[in-house]
């Protein structure tokens, strides 16, 4: 079963990490330096403002497209920016006030190769609709994920490996609240391909999540 936990902390005017985000970092025993991937969703934003942003921080980041090696690679640009760094850089700690406070960036805690870290949110971005058929899905999407954590805990953790952390964040008026889950599955599957009809209606719900 999913470890859901939650943190609420302000976002301040600086863009530092929210304590809410350290909380769950001490709490899980991870150390600043640890390794992370940072999930951007870079198409919420100006043509090129968070790649400016990257560099403006980082001189030489470590950087990829989520649709690299999808059928979706041809509109990369339209899905998120993924940077490799650390927990204390920069980078992060303006990342996870910056844009956790538009609900835009996800933080992927992993000693795993990219492209296999991310393996089950590429596996994702398509599913079979019981009801609509084929649909592109955003399983990058913070209340997206929000929702698999209290309706079906058991997907949510399918998206990353077994020991690997991800958070995200929520706001809820103006307050930033950040949670996160621990993978429990060795075979990145990502979500059933095949989704029934409450699936459909969990899809329906998604950004009516109360704030």
């Not at 979706?72 to 920069?90: C, K, M």
């Not at 209290?150 to 995200?168: A, N, Q, T």
């Amino acid at each position: 079963m999913a470890h859901v936990m939650s943190a609420t902390a302000p976002v301040p005017d600086m863009y530092e990490a929210t304590p809410g985000f350290q909380h769950i970092l001490e709490w899980q025993g991870i150390t600043s330096d640890h390794r992370c991937l940072l999930i951007i969703d870079a198409a919420r934003y100006e043509e090129g403002e968070v790649l400016r942003q990257i560099y403006t921080l980082d001189d030489d980041p470590d950087w990829l497209w989520l649709f690299d090696q999808t059928p979706f690679e041809q509109d990369r640009d339209a899905g998120p920016i993924v940077v490799d760094t650390t927990l204390d850089s920069a980078l992060a700690q303006d990342a996870a006030g910056r844009w956790a406070a538009d609900e835009a960036v996800l933080v992927l805690v992993s000693d795993r190769e990219s492209g296999t870290a991310l393996a089950g949110f590429r596996q994702s971005l398509l599913v079979q609709l019981d009801q609509y058929g084929p649909c592109f899905l955003r399983p990058y999407d913070n209340r997206f994920l929000a929702m698999l954590a209290e309706h079906r805990p058991e997907e949510l953790v399918s998206l990353i490996g077994k020991g690997d952390l991800l958070m995200w964040s929520i706001d809820r008026e103006g307050v930033t609240e950040w949670s996160g889950t621990i993978g429990t599955s060795t075979d990145f599957r990502g979500l059933g391909h095949t989704q029934d009809a409450s699936f459909e209606r969990l899809l329906g719900s998604v950004r009516g999540l109360p704030g």
